[in-house]
């Protein structure tokens, strides 16, 4: 069992910045990243980051979000700068357990990131 702690969403103007935070306990976690669902689309990636440090972002966010992890307190981080109002969703941690593809994974409750034009 993982349990994922997330904070950091609000609102904020257009060209302003977010952290979002997420901690993990319990389990031990290979990869961790963050997943956001706007209102009427399905949930999307958004950028991962594995235990070697290796990261991969969706094309919409390259630039402009940053992942990091600290593994000393198995917490991820997503930067958010020059945010935009399309990036108005609700954002979700994921923590992935092993590689293999009935490995558990485990999800975050969300923080919601509204961006005011």
């Known amino acids: 069992q993982v349990q994922l702690v997330e904070s950091g969403g609000g609102s904020v103007h257009a060209g302003g910045s977010l952290r979002l935070s997420c901690a993990a306990s319990?389990?031990?976690?290979?990869?961790m990243g963050w997943y956001r669902r706007a209102p009427g689309k399905q949930r999307e990636l958004v950028a991962r980051?594995?235990?070697?440090?290796?990261?991969n972002y969706a094309d919409f966010v390259t630039g402009r979000f940053t992942i990091s992890r600290d593994y000393a307190q198995n917490t991820v981080y997503l930067q958010m700068n020059n945010l935009m109002p399309e990036d108005t969703a609700v954002y979700y941690c994921?923590?992935?357990?092993?590689?293999?593809?009935?490995?558990?994974?485990?999800w975050g409750p969300g923080t919601q990131v509204t961006v005011s034009s």
């Open positions: 319990g389990s031990t976690v290979i990869a």
């Open positions: 994921k923590a992935e357990t092993g590689v293999a593809i009935e490995s558990p994974v485990y």
């Open positions: 980051i594995t235990s070697r440090g290796r990261t």
